[in-house]
Protein backbone atom coordinates (compact mmCIF):
# COMPACT_ATOMS: atom_id res chain seq x y z
CA UNK A 1 0.00 0.00 0.00
CA UNK A 2 1.57 3.27 -0.44
CA UNK A 3 1.10 5.97 1.74
CA UNK A 4 0.48 9.94 1.76
CA UNK A 5 3.98 10.56 1.51
CA UNK A 6 4.31 8.54 -2.00
CA UNK A 7 2.04 10.98 -3.64
CA UNK A 8 3.97 14.50 -4.23
CA UNK A 9 3.26 17.00 -0.94
CA UNK A 10 4.62 20.06 -1.61
CA UNK A 11 5.46 21.76 1.82
CA UNK A 12 4.61 25.13 1.51
CA UNK A 13 2.59 27.76 -0.19
CA UNK A 14 1.58 31.65 0.71
CA UNK A 15 -1.81 32.38 0.21
CA UNK A 16 -1.46 33.42 -3.47
CA UNK A 17 -2.59 30.77 -5.59
CA UNK A 18 0.36 29.91 -8.70
CA UNK A 19 -0.91 28.93 -11.67
CA UNK A 20 1.97 26.77 -12.34
CA UNK A 21 1.12 24.75 -8.58
CA UNK A 22 -2.40 24.85 -9.47
CA UNK A 23 -2.41 23.29 -12.76
CA UNK A 24 0.13 20.42 -11.77
CA UNK A 25 -2.02 19.73 -8.86
CA UNK A 26 -5.24 19.73 -11.26
CA UNK A 27 -3.66 17.24 -13.03
CA UNK A 28 -2.75 15.36 -10.72
CA UNK A 29 -6.44 15.37 -9.31
CA UNK A 30 -7.96 14.31 -12.74
CA UNK A 31 -5.00 11.39 -13.13
CA UNK A 32 -5.53 9.68 -9.44
CA UNK A 33 -8.83 11.08 -8.21
CA UNK A 34 -7.06 12.83 -5.54
CA UNK A 35 -4.20 14.87 -4.53
CA UNK A 36 -2.53 16.12 -1.37
CA UNK A 37 -2.44 19.74 -0.70
CA UNK A 38 0.32 21.41 0.51
CA UNK A 39 0.00 23.69 3.57
CA UNK A 40 -2.41 26.02 3.29
CA UNK A 41 -3.30 27.82 6.75
CA UNK A 42 -0.58 29.36 9.41
CA UNK A 43 -0.56 27.57 12.65
CA UNK A 44 -2.72 30.32 14.15
CA UNK A 45 -5.54 29.91 12.23
CA UNK A 46 -5.56 25.77 12.36
CA UNK A 47 -5.05 26.19 16.14
CA UNK A 48 -8.50 28.44 16.32
CA UNK A 49 -10.22 25.97 13.98
CA UNK A 50 -9.01 22.89 16.75
CA UNK A 51 -10.20 25.34 19.18
CA UNK A 52 -13.42 26.12 17.71
CA UNK A 53 -14.67 22.39 16.67
CA UNK A 54 -13.56 20.80 20.10
CA UNK A 55 -16.48 23.41 21.90
CA UNK A 56 -18.40 21.72 19.57
CA UNK A 57 -17.96 17.87 20.79
CA UNK A 58 -18.01 19.41 24.34
CA UNK A 59 -21.69 17.29 24.57
CA UNK A 60 -24.49 16.53 22.37
CA UNK A 61 -26.52 19.32 21.16
CA UNK A 62 -29.97 19.92 23.16
CA UNK A 63 -32.11 22.88 24.31
CA UNK A 64 -29.96 26.01 24.86
CA UNK A 65 -27.25 23.63 24.59
CA UNK A 66 -25.05 23.61 21.61
CA UNK A 67 -22.87 20.48 20.54
CA UNK A 68 -22.39 17.99 18.49
CA UNK A 69 -25.28 15.61 16.87
CA UNK A 70 -25.15 11.78 17.12
CA UNK A 71 -27.33 9.82 14.56
CA UNK A 72 -24.80 6.76 14.52
CA UNK A 73 -22.47 4.93 16.98
CA UNK A 74 -19.09 5.73 15.86
CA UNK A 75 -18.80 9.33 14.79
CA UNK A 76 -20.23 12.64 16.44
CA UNK A 77 -20.98 14.99 13.68
CA UNK A 78 -20.54 18.75 13.80
CA UNK A 79 -22.17 20.86 10.87
CA UNK A 80 -21.76 23.63 9.22
CA UNK A 81 -18.60 24.26 10.82
CA UNK A 82 -18.52 27.84 8.93
CA UNK A 83 -20.16 29.13 11.92
CA UNK A 84 -17.30 28.49 13.88
CA UNK A 85 -14.31 29.96 13.29
CA UNK A 86 -12.79 32.22 10.44
CA UNK A 87 -10.18 29.88 9.87
CA UNK A 88 -12.94 27.50 8.12
CA UNK A 89 -14.36 30.03 5.99
CA UNK A 90 -10.72 30.81 4.98
CA UNK A 91 -10.08 27.30 4.02
CA UNK A 92 -13.36 26.96 1.85
CA UNK A 93 -12.04 29.94 -0.19
CA UNK A 94 -8.40 29.45 -0.32
CA UNK A 95 -7.04 30.88 -3.66
CA UNK A 96 -5.38 27.46 -4.53
CA UNK A 97 -8.43 25.40 -3.95
CA UNK A 98 -10.38 28.03 -6.31
CA UNK A 99 -7.69 27.65 -8.43
CA UNK A 100 -7.71 24.05 -8.34
CA UNK A 101 -11.39 23.53 -8.44
CA UNK A 102 -11.92 25.58 -11.39
CA UNK A 103 -10.12 23.87 -13.90
CA UNK A 104 -11.54 20.57 -12.22
CA UNK A 105 -15.23 21.44 -11.60
CA UNK A 106 -15.38 24.03 -14.04
CA UNK A 107 -17.56 27.94 -13.67
CA UNK A 108 -20.52 26.74 -12.03
CA UNK A 109 -19.45 24.70 -9.04
CA UNK A 110 -20.08 25.88 -5.48
CA UNK A 111 -19.81 24.91 -1.78
CA UNK A 112 -22.54 22.64 -0.98
CA UNK A 113 -21.75 21.47 2.48
CA UNK A 114 -19.32 22.17 5.08
CA UNK A 115 -19.44 19.39 8.07
CA UNK A 116 -16.69 17.60 10.19
CA UNK A 117 -16.81 14.79 12.73
CA UNK A 118 -15.55 13.02 15.09
CA UNK A 119 -14.63 9.31 14.57
CA UNK A 120 -14.81 7.43 18.02
CA UNK A 121 -11.87 4.74 18.04
CA UNK A 122 -13.48 1.13 16.90
CA UNK A 123 -12.45 -2.06 15.22
CA UNK A 124 -15.76 -2.40 13.23
CA UNK A 125 -15.71 -1.95 9.85
CA UNK A 126 -18.73 0.30 9.17
CA UNK A 127 -17.90 2.67 6.92
CA UNK A 128 -16.91 0.29 3.80
CA UNK A 129 -15.70 0.97 0.53
CA UNK A 130 -17.77 3.47 -1.29
CA UNK A 131 -18.23 6.73 -3.80
CA UNK A 132 -20.19 9.50 -2.82
CA UNK A 133 -24.09 9.47 -3.82
CA UNK A 134 -25.63 12.68 -4.07
CA UNK A 135 -27.10 13.41 -7.32
CA UNK A 136 -30.15 11.93 -8.80
CA UNK A 137 -29.33 8.79 -10.72
CA UNK A 138 -32.47 8.38 -12.26
CA UNK A 139 -32.60 11.45 -14.17
CA UNK A 140 -28.83 12.39 -14.80
CA UNK A 141 -27.19 10.00 -16.97
CA UNK A 142 -23.98 12.00 -16.65
CA UNK A 143 -21.50 11.12 -13.66
CA UNK A 144 -21.19 14.02 -12.36
CA UNK A 145 -18.09 15.91 -10.79
CA UNK A 146 -18.11 16.76 -7.21
CA UNK A 147 -14.58 17.16 -5.10
CA UNK A 148 -14.30 17.11 -1.11
CA UNK A 149 -11.96 19.05 0.35
CA UNK A 150 -10.99 17.81 3.66
CA UNK A 151 -8.39 18.62 6.45
CA UNK A 152 -7.80 16.87 9.61
CA UNK A 153 -7.33 18.12 12.75
CA UNK A 154 -6.12 16.11 14.84
CA UNK A 155 -2.63 13.52 13.86
CA UNK A 156 -4.24 11.03 12.25
CA UNK A 157 -1.87 7.54 13.00
CA UNK A 158 -5.04 5.17 12.16
CA UNK A 159 -8.34 5.09 10.76
CA UNK A 160 -6.83 7.38 7.71
CA UNK A 161 -9.19 8.29 4.78
CA UNK A 162 -8.16 5.39 2.13
CA UNK A 163 -8.84 5.79 -1.40
CA UNK A 164 -8.08 3.29 -4.40
CA UNK A 165 -5.99 5.79 -6.80
CA UNK A 166 -7.59 5.88 -10.66
CA UNK A 167 -11.12 4.62 -9.85
CA UNK A 168 -12.84 8.16 -10.08
CA UNK A 169 -15.27 9.08 -13.01
CA UNK A 170 -15.87 5.58 -14.14
CA UNK A 171 -19.13 4.13 -12.37
CA UNK A 172 -21.85 5.95 -10.80
CA UNK A 173 -21.42 6.58 -7.15
CA UNK A 174 -22.59 3.84 -4.72
CA UNK A 175 -21.85 1.57 -1.82
CA UNK A 176 -19.78 -1.60 -3.01
CA UNK A 177 -20.72 -5.23 -2.90
CA UNK A 178 -18.43 -7.70 -1.46
CA UNK A 179 -18.00 -9.13 -5.13
CA UNK A 180 -16.90 -5.68 -6.48
CA UNK A 181 -14.62 -5.19 -3.58
CA UNK A 182 -12.84 -8.13 -4.24
CA UNK A 183 -11.92 -6.93 -7.83
CA UNK A 184 -10.79 -3.83 -6.55
CA UNK A 185 -6.93 -3.34 -7.46
CA UNK A 186 -5.48 -2.82 -3.79
CA UNK A 187 -1.83 -2.21 -5.42
CA UNK A 188 -3.32 1.25 -5.56
CA UNK A 189 -4.60 2.15 -2.02
CA UNK A 190 -3.22 5.11 -0.66
CA UNK A 191 -3.84 5.54 2.62
CA UNK A 192 -3.70 9.12 4.06
CA UNK A 193 -1.97 9.23 7.38
CA UNK A 194 -1.07 13.32 8.48
CA UNK A 195 -0.72 15.29 11.02
CA UNK A 196 -3.22 18.15 12.09
CA UNK A 197 -3.65 20.10 9.07
CA UNK A 198 -3.46 17.35 6.47
CA UNK A 199 -5.50 18.43 3.73
CA UNK A 200 -6.41 16.76 0.55
CA UNK A 201 -8.43 17.04 -1.96
CA UNK A 202 -10.49 13.88 -3.57
CA UNK A 203 -13.29 13.39 -6.48
CA UNK A 204 -16.26 11.59 -4.69
CA UNK A 205 -16.66 9.15 -7.28
CA UNK A 206 -13.08 7.67 -6.60
CA UNK A 207 -13.15 4.02 -4.12
CA UNK A 208 -13.20 5.56 -0.60
CA UNK A 209 -13.34 4.72 2.77
CA UNK A 210 -12.47 5.46 6.06
CA UNK A 211 -9.50 3.26 7.21
CA UNK A 212 -10.03 0.15 9.85
CA UNK A 213 -9.16 0.03 13.00
CA UNK A 214 -9.64 3.56 14.02
CA UNK A 215 -7.31 3.20 17.26
CA UNK A 216 -7.58 6.83 18.47
CA UNK A 217 -10.27 9.45 18.17
CA UNK A 218 -9.86 11.60 14.89
CA UNK A 219 -11.08 14.64 13.80
CA UNK A 220 -11.70 16.20 10.67
CA UNK A 221 -13.33 18.42 8.23
CA UNK A 222 -15.04 17.71 4.26
CA UNK A 223 -16.47 20.28 2.11
CA UNK A 224 -18.57 19.16 -0.67
CA UNK A 225 -18.09 21.09 -3.78
CA UNK A 226 -20.37 20.80 -6.79
CA UNK A 227 -23.00 22.83 -9.54
CA UNK A 228 -25.84 23.42 -7.27
CA UNK A 229 -28.30 22.88 -10.45
CA UNK A 230 -27.61 19.23 -10.61
CA UNK A 231 -30.95 17.64 -9.05
CA UNK A 232 -30.03 16.18 -5.78
CA UNK A 233 -31.33 12.71 -5.31
CA UNK A 234 -34.41 12.27 -2.99
CA UNK A 235 -32.86 11.21 0.19
CA UNK A 236 -30.99 14.04 0.22
CA UNK A 237 -34.14 16.31 -0.59
CA UNK A 238 -35.96 14.99 2.28
CA UNK A 239 -33.30 15.38 4.61
CA UNK A 240 -32.00 19.02 2.99
CA UNK A 241 -28.73 17.82 3.19
CA UNK A 242 -27.69 20.72 0.61
CA UNK A 243 -29.48 23.16 1.60
CA UNK A 244 -27.83 26.90 1.60
CA UNK A 245 -24.57 26.93 3.40
CA UNK A 246 -25.25 28.86 7.19
CA UNK A 247 -22.50 31.35 7.33
CA UNK A 248 -21.47 34.11 10.18
CA UNK A 249 -21.48 37.96 9.36
CA UNK A 250 -18.34 38.53 11.54
CA UNK A 251 -16.23 35.72 9.41
CA UNK A 252 -17.53 37.45 5.50
CA UNK A 253 -15.38 40.32 5.60
CA UNK A 254 -13.40 41.19 2.64
CA UNK A 255 -14.95 38.37 0.23
CA UNK A 256 -14.34 38.92 -3.46
CA UNK A 257 -17.74 38.82 -6.11
CA UNK A 258 -15.94 34.92 -6.60
CA UNK A 259 -15.86 34.20 -3.15
CA UNK A 260 -19.17 34.64 -2.82
CA UNK A 261 -20.49 32.92 -5.76
CA UNK A 262 -18.69 29.97 -4.28
CA UNK A 263 -20.38 30.38 -1.07
CA UNK A 264 -23.54 30.15 -2.48
CA UNK A 265 -24.40 34.35 -2.31
CA UNK A 266 -27.75 34.88 -3.14
CA UNK A 267 -29.04 31.15 -4.55
CA UNK A 268 -31.64 29.17 -3.74
CA UNK A 269 -31.45 26.33 -5.95
CA UNK A 270 -31.81 24.41 -2.95
CA UNK A 271 -33.77 26.56 -0.15
CA UNK A 272 -36.91 24.66 1.13
CA UNK A 273 -38.94 27.23 2.54
CA UNK A 274 -39.88 26.24 6.00
CA UNK A 275 -38.12 23.22 6.24
CA UNK A 276 -38.69 20.91 8.79
CA UNK A 277 -37.84 17.16 9.23
CA UNK A 278 -40.09 14.36 7.80
CA UNK A 279 -39.81 12.17 10.53
CA UNK A 280 -40.71 11.52 13.90
CA UNK A 281 -38.45 12.29 16.20
CA UNK A 282 -37.33 9.71 18.76
CA UNK A 283 -39.60 8.34 21.88
CA UNK A 284 -36.16 9.49 23.90
CA UNK A 285 -36.68 12.97 22.46
CA UNK A 286 -40.16 13.28 23.67
CA UNK A 287 -39.45 11.50 27.25
CA UNK A 288 -36.75 14.85 27.03
CA UNK A 289 -39.22 16.82 26.26
CA UNK A 290 -41.59 15.68 29.09
CA UNK A 291 -39.17 15.82 31.66
CA UNK A 292 -37.38 19.46 30.37
CA UNK A 293 -41.12 20.58 31.24
CA UNK A 294 -41.70 19.39 34.86
CA UNK A 295 -37.92 20.62 36.14
CA UNK A 296 -38.54 23.73 34.22
CA UNK A 297 -42.18 23.71 36.89
CA UNK A 298 -40.50 22.09 39.50
CA UNK A 299 -37.79 25.70 38.91
CA UNK A 300 -40.46 27.96 39.31
CA UNK A 301 -42.01 26.25 41.97
CA UNK A 302 -38.63 25.98 44.29
CA UNK A 303 -37.99 29.72 43.43
CA UNK A 304 -41.53 30.83 44.62
CA UNK A 305 -40.94 28.67 47.62
CA UNK A 306 -38.09 30.50 48.32
CA UNK A 307 -38.87 33.74 47.99
CA UNK A 308 -41.78 33.20 50.29
CA UNK A 309 -39.39 31.96 52.88
CA UNK A 310 -37.08 35.17 52.39
CA UNK A 311 -40.27 37.19 53.41
CA UNK A 312 -41.53 35.53 55.54
CA UNK A 313 -37.78 35.54 57.46
CA UNK A 314 -37.41 39.22 56.42
CA UNK A 315 -34.59 38.36 54.22
CA UNK A 316 -33.25 40.05 51.22
CA UNK A 317 -33.55 38.19 47.67
CA UNK A 318 -30.25 36.51 46.40
CA UNK A 319 -29.21 38.26 43.35
CA UNK A 320 -29.18 35.24 40.74
CA UNK A 321 -27.03 37.26 37.81
O1 LIG B 1 -13.97 9.67 7.20
C1 LIG B 1 -13.33 9.21 6.26
O2 LIG B 1 -12.13 8.97 6.29
C2 LIG B 1 -14.08 8.86 4.99
C3 LIG B 1 -14.94 9.98 4.53
C4 LIG B 1 -15.89 9.57 3.47
O3 LIG B 1 -16.01 8.42 3.15
C5 LIG B 1 -16.68 10.58 2.81
O4 LIG B 1 -16.58 11.76 3.13
O5 LIG B 1 -17.45 10.19 1.90
Known amino acids: MRNLREINLPTNFSSKARPADANRLATELEQNGVVALPSLLTDEQLRGMQHAFAAKLKRLRWNQFDGYQRTEPYRLMVEDVLLLDQGFVDLAIHP ?8 YLGANYELTEAKGWKSLPTKKDF ?77 TTVIHRQGVPMLEPRQAIFYAYHDPRVRIQDEDVYYNRYHPLLLNAAFLGGLSPEDQRVLGFGNKTNFQPAFTRHEDPPFIYRAYCASLGISLRWEQFCERMTARWRRILGKQPANRY
Do not use: C
Request: hydrophobic fraction near 35%.
Open 96 to 103: LVQEILSR
Open 127 to 203: HGWHGDMWYDQNVETQIHREIKLAMYLTDVRSGAFNVIKGTHQQQHPHNLKRAEIKDLPMDRRIELKGPAGTAFLFD
